[in-house]
C-alpha cells in the first residue's frame, strides 16, 4: 500500500503564497505520476496539477504562472508551491500518486488538506 500524508495547508490572503508537501509511504515499489487536485462543495474534483517520473509537468488553466508542481524521487516527496494565490484557490487540496505495489498500479490519495485564502 502507499500513505500519502500532507502538509502545508492553512489561511492566506489574497495575493499570498503557499507551499504543499506530500510524502509517500509504504510497501510500493515505485510511484510514477503525482499530482495536486482540489474540490469543494460547489465543485467536482478537478486536476490542478500532475508530474510525471521524469519530471515532465502540466497545469490547470486557472493556475499556470501561479502554480508549480515539483517532485523528489529519491524521497518519494511532491510539492505545490502557490503563489498569487486568489479567493478561487480556496479549497480542500488532494495529493495523487500512481504507485506499483505487487504487480499492480493503483491511485492512491491523501486525507486532503485546507487552503482557505480570505479577500
Known amino acids: 500500500q502507499v500513505q500519502l500524508v500532507e502538509s502545508g495547508g492553512g489561511l492566506v490572503q489574497a495575493g499570498g503564497s503557499l507551499r504543499l508537501s506530500c510524502a509517500a509511504s509504504?510497501?510500493?515499489?515505485?510511484?510514477?505520476?503525482m499530482a495536486w487536485y482540489r474540490q469543494t462543495p460547489e465543485r467536482q474534483r478537478e486536476l490542478v496539477a500532475t508530474i510525471t517520473k521524469s519530471g515532465s509537468t502540466a497545469y490547470a488553466d486557472s493556475v499556470k504562472g501561479r502554480f508549480t508542481i515539483s517532485r523528489d524521487n529519491a524521497k518519494n516527496t511532491v510539492a505545490l508551491q502557490m503563489n498569487s494565490l486568489k479567493p478561487e484557490d480556496t479549497a480542500v487540496y488532494y495529493c495523487?500518486?500512481?504507485?506499483?505495489?505487487?504487480?499492480?498500479?493503483?491511485?492512491?490519495w491523501g486525507q486532503g488538506t485546507q487552503v482557505t485564502v480570505s479577500p
Open positions: 509504504g510497501s510500493f515499489i515505485s510511484i510514477n505520476n
Open positions: 495523487n500518486v500512481k504507485g506499483l505495489v505487487g504487480f499492480e498500479w493503483n491511485n492512491y
